[in-house]
């Protein structure tokens, strides 16, 4: 059984450069993810400045993995999907 990979990405309001990282991630996921299920939770730190703070988010776009573990940060625009799989720890099947 596979492992299902949870993420969170931080933005700070649903900018034309939000929208790309998370188009971005999506992509990252897809290619990931051909026996994988996923989440992606996003969290719009103008919304939810408590959940930014709990997670000490200083910059925006970041994504954090949460599962599976080790947890992992990557931050910025997330266009580069195979750098963006490294820096999250995963390995596209």
């Known amino acids: 059984m596979s492992a299902h990979l949870k993420l969170k990405v931080y933005i700070a309001g649903m900018t034309p450069a939000a929208r790309r990282a998370i188009h971005n991630l999506e ?4 290619k990931y993810s051909n026996h ?4 992606i939770d996003v969290i719009n730190i103008l919304e939810h400045p408590q959940l ?3 997670e000490k988010i200083l910059a925006t776009p970041t994504v954090v993995k949460e599962l ?12 580069e999907v195979d750098q963006l799989l490294v820096g999250l720890d995963l390995v596209p099947d």
């Open 27 to 30: 992509t990252a996921c897809a």
């Open 36 to 39: 994988h299920t996923y989440s």
């Open 52 to 54: 930014a703070e709990q």
């Open 68 to 79: 599976p573990a080790p947890i992992k940060r990557v931050v910025g625009d997330l266009s």
